[in-house]
């Protein structure tokens, strides 16, 4: 599965938009993308999944460009409670494998 | 809604015992995943389990067994704790089907071995 990259932190303040970018130069044509969302001492949780173009969700929107060498997760309108750790992973179709987590990005939220 | 539970949110044990870390599943997943996770290292898999009695090392597997004798529970086995495998432990299931699926934590389990 490709590696990911993203950066370790970020800084916000409510009600800005955030966006997290991710690399996977090497993503297969099988592979999806995938980010989930970690709060302290709790497990890691789905947030949005995509192949290519655009996706939304009620909690965020994935942009993919052609090439699927990146990809961003736009979170409009932070909140404090949006602090938490985003992790992209690159995930293989029909695979229901394991997935690869990568040290993910840190976001803070500032009131 | 998939419901992942794991037996203990908080454990302390001593270096030397055995511990047993149970994850219990209720959607028939037929994969079962553990984690772990520290400061600065993210997620790593140990173990994870595609079926009943299967088995297949992750990342770090070294001083883990695990044992899956029904489908709904994945045990995680430390045969003798050490103080380095004080982390925090993650459960996780997926489906084993076609198309994109994802995968469900379990709130986690904190060892901390003394």
């Known amino acids: 599965l490709a590696k990911t990259t993203q950066p370790i932190s970020m800084d916000s303040y409510e009600g800005q938009e955030v966006n997290i970018t991710c690399s996977h130069n090497n993503i297969a044509t099988n592979d999806y993308i995938t980010w989930y969302q970690q709060f302290p001492s709790q497990g890691p949780r789905f947030i949005i999944q995509g192949y290519k173009t655009k996706v939304t969700n009620e909690v965020a929107s994935l942009f993919i460009p052609a090439d699927r060498k990146s990809s961003t997760l736009s979170l409009p309108r932070v909140s404090l409670s949006d602090t938490a750790v985003y992790y992209c992973l690159v995930d293989r179709y029909n695979q229901g494998g394991k997935l690869i987590f990568g040290q993910g990005t840190e976001l803070s939220v500032k009131p | 809604d998939v419901k992942v539970t794991q037996s203990s949110r908080y454990l302390v044990k001593r270096t030397g015992e055995k511990v047993f870390l149970e994850c219990v599943q209720d959607?028939?997943?037929?994969?079962m995943f553990w984690y772990r996770q520290d400061p600065g290292l993210g997620l790593r898999l140990i173990y994870f389990?595609?079926?009943?009695?299967?088995?297949e090392k992750g990342d770090i597997p070294e001083g883990y067994s695990v044992s899956r004798e029904k489908k709904e529970r994945f045990s995680l086995i430390l045969e003798s704790a050490s103080t380095n495998q004080t982390s925090m432990y993650l459960c996780a299931t997926r489906t084993g089907g076609e198309g994109a699926d994802t995968q469900y934590f379990g709130p986690g389990t904190r060892l901390t071995v003394l």
């Open positions: 959607m028939d997943h037929e994969n």
């Open positions: 389990s595609y079926d009943v009695k299967m088995k």
